[in-house]
């Protein structure tokens, strides 16, 4: 089967190279001319663990390409994927359909055979509908369906999500549609992977309303551990007996400095906005959007109590500025609030992160990046874990805490213990939603 993949970015990126390890042909079409002569030297312009191997293989199987040009990739395609960014739209909190119908159209004019146009974007309920208008629009003589395919895979883990999914999403309109769809996914089906065929609206529903659950259940966790802090009840303990209960389940029930990332703060300001244009508000993810931006203030208050309400003049070592480990995905990391207010009230901020370098530079202004934890926490007053990179799991804290002018403790991730930190010699500790410790300085 020929496969044609719009948009090679984390989501394009990673589907076509599991696309073409199931035995398909594929090609990836991308606008960015760096990104496809990287992508043509073997070189994989994201970190996602083992993508470089599993695309290398493929390419060297004969059966992955990479091209500028759309018309070539769809030549013979009997699928054409639509992995396009969907960023919410400036001032709205729309997702912006831009690349999106740019692409159909795109597809459109280049198109001359049957094909199934398939949006693997995540896109607000009717955008299928609206891609076939697009499409019969542009080229009325063109036989063709549309199915919705969103996709679930995390980044960090993206090709284990992507080969075992917990399920596939197929929203057609027909049988024909779903039997390309089919073939698409064979290998998955064949393995006995569930896959949920529906149609185009409720396809599209899913994937704003499970983003949305699970953003919910982070933020859930958030607040509750904002109370615990309060009443003295430990999180960690509140969350692994609430996780216990099947109904509940333990994942996403970590807190944290609040949810970030490529995903979830767009796709809940989108669910926001497709709620109040139909009349329907959407008031639980409407607050979960507001509280998650309160959990973030907290986490700067936090630091602030850590360094006796004053940021000037405070040397501050952050650990971790991605929204997550195991990517180098800067978008809408907490650390883009928490790093400014730091340097905005005049600390010395310097940072480390074992992939967030090469986004993050430009995007952190006014701070000194350095190799390590312990390069970082020389001379500081305060050391911050932000990213929970299994780096940052075991560190010495000893060492650290040597290597400081005054060893205190922000951790954001809950990773370490009050007995652990104070065993390794630190004034003071803060985590989320458990009990710190702070002893007065001699
Ligand atoms: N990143 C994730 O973890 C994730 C997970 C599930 C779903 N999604 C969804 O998948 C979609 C893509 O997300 P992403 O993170 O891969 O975005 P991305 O920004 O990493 O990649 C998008 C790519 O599309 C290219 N592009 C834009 N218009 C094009 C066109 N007309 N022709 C060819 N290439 C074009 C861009 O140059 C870019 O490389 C979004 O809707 C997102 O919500 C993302």
Redesign the pocket.
């Known amino acids: 089967m020929k496969i044609a993949m ?8 990673v589907s076509g190279v599991c696309f073409s390890d199931f035995g398909h042909e594929v090609i990836c ?4 001319p760096a ?1 496809i002569e990287m992508l043509e030297r073997g070189e994989v312009p ?1 970190y996602e663990p083992g993508l470089d191997q599993l695309m290398a293989k493929n390419v060297e199987a004969g059966r992955l390409s990479f091209t500028l040009d ?1 018309a070539e990739a769809i030549d013979g395609a009997q699928a054409v994927f639509i ?4 960023p919410t739209r400036r001032g709205d909190g729309h ?1 912006d359909l831009t ?1 999106v119908m ?2 159909a159209q ?1 597809i459109a004019r280049a198109a001359d055979h049957y094909m199934v146009i398939v949006t ?4 607000p309920v009717g955008t299928n509908r609206q891609v076939k208008q697009t499409v019969r629009k542009a080229n009325p003589q063109l036989e063709f369906d549309v199915a919705s395919n ?6 960090g883990a ?1 090709i284990e999500d992507f080969m075992k999914p917990d399920r596939v999403v197929v929203g057609v309109q027909n049988d024909r549609a779903s039997e390309v769809m089919a073939e698409v996914y064979r290998p998955l089906y064949l393995r006995e992977f569930p896959i949920v065929t529906t149609d185009l609206e409720s396809a599209e529903m899913i ?1 704003y309303a499970a983003n949305a659950f699970l953003a919910t259940k982070i933020t859930f966790i958030n607040e509750i551990a904002a109370l615990c802090e309060r009443v003295g009840a430990d999180v960690k303990q509140v969350s692994r007996g609430m996780g216990m209960d099947g109904r509940i389940g333990n994942k996403f029930l970590h807190a944290g400095p609040g949810y970030g ?3 979830f703060p ?2 809940t300001k989108a669910l926001a906005r497709i709620g109040q244009d139909h009349s329907i508000p959407m008031h639980i993810t409407e607050t979960v959007i507001s509280v998650n931006e309160e959990v973030k203030r907290r986490m700067v208050n936090k630091l602030l109590d850590l360094c006796e309400g004053n940021f000037n003049g405070k040397t501050i070592a952050v650990l971790g500025v991605t929204f997550k480990p195991n990517t180098d ?1 800067m978008r809408d990391a907490p650390s883009l609030t928490l790093i400014p207010a730091l340097v905005g009230g005049g600390a010395k901020v310097r940072v480390t992160d074992p992939q967030g370098r090469h986004e993050g530079e430009a995007l952190l202004p006014g701070v000194h990046w350095v190799e390590d934890a312990y390069k970082a926490a020389r001379g500081a007053d305060l050391l911050v874990i932000l990213t929970e990179w299994n780096e940052f799991r075991a560190l010495d804290l000893k060492k650290l805490a040597r290597k400081m002018a005054t060893p205190r403790l922000a951790d954001l991730r809950n990773i370490y213990t009050v007995r652990d930190v104070k065993r390794a010699g630190f004034l003071a500790y803060e985590s989320v939603g458990r009990a710190g410790f702070k002893k007065t300085q001699d």
Do not use: H, M
């Not at 079409?29 to 960015?32: N, S």
């Not at 969103?150 to 980044?155: A, S, Y």
């Open positions: 719009i948009g090679t970015g984390y989501v394009g990126l079409v991308d606008k960015d990104k994201i759309l992995a396009v960014g969907t997702a690349y740019a692409a795109e693997k974007s995540t896109v969103p996709e679930f895979l995390r980044e993206a994937k990332g490529s995903c767009k796709d995905d």
